[in-house]
């Protein structure tokens, strides 16, 4: 369904190209939690930086002869870095430090990325993950810059890559 309206965009061209084919170029993100029954938004975040995966090789060589065998080790997940403009939501997010740092409950959720309509064009779920960092720039009202700030979570990962235990 995707791809054939992406070829319908294509076909019109232009800003009709982008809306339909879903293009992540006019967006921001949405950082929604997930806890069983409990749901919930940090709201919308304009950058996200740390989405990233590596696999550090594993290398073994028979000791009788020069053949490697190279097979991808664990998946190491980078911190996210959420960052945008202290508002009204900014609130949500420190009620949101206080109930999480209290406890020992990972959570679950998604990083969702939004179009200029408002349609998810890509989501990331993240496996637990909890805060890890906070911070908010410094004030100066000679500056008349806008205060941003910044959320940092740690998680296990995004991808659907356990392995199966049965």
């Not at 069983?36 to 550090?56: C, E, N, Q, Y």
Request: hydrophobic share 40%; with cysteine; net charge negative.
């Amino acid at each position: 369904m995707t791809s054939m309206l992406g070829a319908v965009g294509s076909a019109l061209g232009g800003a009709a190209g982008a809306m339909f084919g879903q293009v992540g170029v006019s967006h921001n993100f949405v950082v929604m939690i997930d806890n069983g029954l409990l749901m919930f938004s940090l709201g919308s975040w304009s950058r996200v930086s740390g989405l990233s995966v590596t696999w550090k090789p594993c290398e073994y060589r028979y000791p009788e002869t020069n053949h490697t065998w190279i097979y991808p080790g664990n998946a190491e997940y980078t911190r996210i870095k959420l960052s945008r403009a202290a508002s009204a939501e900014s609130k949500l997010v420190q009620q949101w430090l206080v109930k999480t740092t209290r406890n020992n409950d990972p959570q679950s959720g998604a990083i969702q990325m939004i179009n200029f309509m408002g349609l998810t064009v890509v989501e990331w779920k993240l496996k637990e993950f909890f805060p890890v960092g906070w911070s908010i720039s410094d004030f100066d009202s000679n500056a008349g810059q806008v205060a941003i700030e910044t959320l940092e979570l740690a998680h296990t990962g995004f991808l659907d890559d356990e392995a199966s235990l049965g």
